[in-house]
């Protein structure tokens, strides 16, 4: 195993896109572990001068550079050598660092889980000092709140005959899965689709709620220690992104009706289901009404997200 490290720099960031073209700024052997920097947010998100939060330089040349593209600002891609559709990303997430004092919120008038219903009549945007020592941030009418850093996108590039996706909707891909599980200690599956998988992150996340309702967590920037392992075709019955924490297994479901979400995350648990006890179908969808919680992921990115999740010690006998 080899130690990389990837900076977030203008040659090694790109806006808010997912390709089987864009180069690769970083190629891996499988196993290697990655340390990589993220930024999150344009100008316009930026704390003033004089508010005590601090921007940083990288961030600051990045948005100089006045890069093409819009929503997120991701890092990468990485190529994993011998990656090929098919083949399944194994990615665990070892490390997540606060990278700044500070982080933002936004509303806007025209998105989110309430469109239309709050008086603004542009962005409104709130930021929001971080107490990175004791990862908390505090509020601007008082409360402090817990920090829990986990990365809103982590995806790979999309099948070259889907050309290019933006990184606004989680996909089969992965991309914008806004899952609050997927933090320190958590590992995820993605689905290659393209040589060398092509690995890109961002949209740090303080912390959210289950749902992130007006469209946007404590965004901010992270730092994160991946280790990248690749399970070859045929060795898995994984065909679309799920995880796993220490005491969990967890499935994704993603669609525009939040029914339809809903019914992709059961069956892809009654599938990690059966793959762990050989049960049948029907007794894993009993199982499932019985023991495993679904929620609303995101409810905000157009492809809207429920994921679900059982406790790993429940599925013990004896």
Not at 69 to 94: R, Y
Not at 100 to 113: E, I, K, L, Q
Not at 250 to 260: E, K, P, Q, W
């Amino acid at each position: 195993m080899t130690d990389h490290t990837l900076a977030a720099t203008p040659e090694t960031v790109h806006w808010g896109r997912f390709w089987s073209e864009l180069p690769p700024v970083l190629a891996i052997a499988p196993g290697d572990r990655v340390t990589i920097q993220t930024f999150s947010g344009r100008e316009a998100v930026l704390p003033p001068e004089g508010s005590g939060m601090t921007v940083a330089p990288e961030l600051r040349a990045i948005l100089a550079a006045d890069l093409p593209g819009q929503a997120h600002l991701l890092t990468g891609p990485v190529a994993i050598d011998g990656a090929m559709p098919g083949d399944v990303l194994k990615i665990g997430i070892e490390r997540i660092e606060l990278g700044a004092d500070w982080g933002f919120n936004a509303v806007r008038p025209a998105v989110g889980t309430l469109p239309g219903e709050f008086p603004v009549s542009q962005s409104t945007v709130t930021q929001i000092p971080i107490d990175r020592e004791n990862r908390t941030c505090r509020l601007p009418w008082g409360a402090t709140l817990p920090l829990a850093p986990f990365f809103g996108v982590m995806g790979v590039a999309p099948a070259p005959e889907w050309g290019e996706l933006t990184s606004i909707q989680p996909r089969l891909n992965g991309g914008n899965i806004d899952l609050k599980l997927l933090s320190e200690g958590a590992t995820l599956y993605l689905p290659v689709h393209a040589t060398g998988a092509l690995f890109s992150c961002g949209d740090g996340h303080g912390c959210q709620g289950d749902g992130e309702v007006c469209i946007t967590a404590l965004e901010t920037a992270l730092t994160g220690t991946f280790r990248f392992d690749l399970l070859k075709a045929g060795t898995t019955g994984i065909d679309m992104p799920r995880a796993e924490t220490a005491d969990e297994l967890i499935s994704m479901g993603f669609h525009a009706s939040l029914d339809t979400a809903l019914q992709i995350a059961l069956r892809q648990m009654i599938a990690i289901i059966r793959e762990r006890t050989g049960i049948t179908e029907t007794e894993a969808y009993q199982f499932c009404s019985l023991a495993v919680d679904f929620a609303v992921t995101q409810s905000v990115n157009q492809e809207k997200g429920v994921h679900g999740r059982l406790r790993k010690t429940l599925l013990e006998t004896g």
